[in-house]
């Protein structure tokens, strides 16, 4: 399998990226071709001005079981310095899909392991079937989840996060929905196929310009403290963001009750 067909990015309908993890007979683990494959992709969807939205999924029977074993026996004999090296990259690649300027879906069918959680915590809606578990197994081979930790942690938060990372136990989509990491937990992959639909058409109702402004909000805002500088931040954002061509279109739509360009 070559390296662009371990992971498959399908542009082809009208405002939908769909990013698909394509190494099914791994359970979809990553190695460095799958991180450079997954990082060049979320390069490229960051400048796709066509794009509206972006899917990540998984092809076969789970969404992602982490590292690739081989790369995890290889990277056992590698010295700090590649390690280090192969770990930032991993860290960037989480970094491009975190901060896409566009909303990003997890879609989760089946297990999401480890660096799988890192994914999955990285996007900004995540779904899953009633079936699937997750877990950061880390700890239990006498390593750490770092490289993942900044997303898994907002994600989940840092009570709940104590308590996987620290134990590396199972838990199940149920209780992934119960603590926040999930928005949505629906019964098999057909509903599941039904409710990234639903959520594609919610965002389908939103002003691009301003998604990605709120989405630099939302990361601003997150566990800063609340002082004049936040205050002056957010009254200049809203300042701004009033003078566009989305602000201005939305507000004249919305006053003359019809729909603003980018609804459909």
Request: net charge negative; proline share 4%; hydrophobic share 45%.
């Amino acid at each position: 399998m070559s390296g662009e067909d371990t992971v498959l990015l399908n542009t082809t309908r009208e405002g939908v990226a769909v990013v698909t993890l394509n190494r099914p007979e791994v359970h979809n683990a990553f190695n460095p071709d799958v991180i450079e494959r997954l990082s060049d992709i979320f390069e490229t969807l960051r400048g796709a001005d066509g794009v509206r939205v972006v899917l990540l999924e998984g092809n076969g029977p789970s969404f992602s079981a982490g590292a690739d074993l081989a790369w995890m026996r290889a990277a056992a004999e590698y010295d700090k310095a590649t390690n280090q090296a192969e770990a930032t990259e991993l860290g960037k690649m989480l970094n491009r899909l975190y901060t896409l300027p566009k909303p990003t879906i997890a879609v989760v069918h089946g297990p999401a392991l480890a660096g799988g959680m890192g994914l999955v915590s990285a996007c900004d809606v995540a779904i899953a079937s009633e079936n699937v578990f997750f877990a950061l197994t880390e700890v239990r081979i006498g390593l750490t989840p770092a490289t993942i930790s900044p997303y898994v942690v907002r994600a989940m938060g840092a009570r709940m996060a104590h308590r996987y990372f620290l134990s590396g136990e199972r838990f199940t989509a149920q209780e992934a929905y119960r603590m926040g990491y999930l928005h949505a937990v629906v019964k098999d992959r057909n509903a599941l196929a039904e409710e990234s639909e639903r959520l594609v058409a919610q965002f389908f109702q939103t002003a691009p310009e301003a998604v990605r402004i709120t989405k630099e909000l939302v990361r601003r805002v997150t566990h800063a403290e609340i002082d004049q500088g936040l205050i002056d931040y957010t009254a200049n954002m809203i300042a701004e963001i009033r003078q566009t061509d989305e602000g201005r279109e939305g507000t004249s739509a919305f006053l003359a009750k019809r729909k603003p360009w980018w609804q459909t």
